[in-house]
């Protein structure tokens, strides 16, 4: 089973940077998807961020323009670089990978932006 494990979590201010790690046991290149989900207290995991199979990219209308996924296949890593964070940006953040052995979620870090 894949292992997945966020990082890069925290507190920031409104109009803030942060920069998430999704660190993965096995390598990203052969996955169907992987990609950033959030859950907001009270509402449903929505999808932030993904990358396909083919390398195209999926954004949340919300955030496209401000956040930004990559990869690095090297490293078996994606990131999400968040800028001009907003207080409703706040969640907690999951990786998430499918592949032919079914979906995998990492055990998520909060992103908290407040004054």
């Known amino acids: 089973q894949v292992q997945l494990v966020e990082s890069g979590g925290g507190l920031v201010q409104p109009g803030g940077s942060l920069n998430l790690s999704c660190a993965a046991s096995?390598?990203?290149?052969?996955?169907?998807?992987i990609g950033w989900y959030r859950q907001a207290p009270g509402k449903q995991r929505e999808l932030v961020a993904a990358?396909?199979?083919?390398?195209?990219?999926n954004y949340a209308d919300s955030v496209k323009g401000r956040f930004t996924i990559s990869r690095d296949n090297t490293k078996n890593t994606v990131y999400l670089q968040m800028n001009s964070l907003q207080p409703e940006d706040t969640a907690v953040y999951y990786c998430k990978s499918s592949d032919r052995g079914g979906d995998s979620w990492g055990q998520g870090t909060q992103v908290t932006v407040s004054s």
């Open positions: 990358f396909t199979r083919y390398g195209v990219t």
């Open positions: 096995v390598s990203t290149f052969n996955f169907r998807s």
